[in-house]
């Protein structure tokens, strides 16, 4: 079992910067797969960033070049650096990890809720 807690939402104004962390029980080595969703009302959940064992990262179109993803082995905790941010990234942010193969598991962690006015 993987418990993530999630932090770091809020309310920012179009052009500010928000830093979320998901804070896992226990190392962040064991996963071969991190990553942030959101879902904003009324539309699917998507992937926003990932980090894949290895070291590679994937960024939705959308954030390229505004969102870092990255990990903290020391602290257990995985974060959202999200800068340069517009109304449409408003959405419920979640983190997922998961491993792979035998033994392999996927947890969700509960959400943040982001908003950014206009």
């Known amino acids: 079992q993987v418990q993530l807690v999630e932090s770091g939402g809020g309310l920012v104004q179009t052009g500010g910067s928000l830093r979320l962390s998901c804070a896992a029980s226990?190392?962040?080595?064991?996963?071969?797969?991190m990553g942030w969703y959101r879902q904003a009302p009324g539309k699917q959940r998507e992937l926003v960033a990932e980090l894949i064992s290895g070291g590679s990262t994937n960024y939705a179109d959308s954030v390229k070049g505004r969102f870092t993803i990255s990990g903290d082995n020391t602290k257990n905790t995985i974060y959202l650096q999200m800068n340069s941010l517009k109304p449409e990234d408003t959405a419920v942010y979640y983190c997922?990890?998961?491993?792979w193969g035998v033994g392999g598991f996927d947890y969700w962690g509960q959400g943040t809720q982001v908003t950014v006015s206009s």
């Open positions: 226990g190392s962040i080595f064991r996963f071969n797969y």
């Open positions: 997922n990890v998961r491993r």
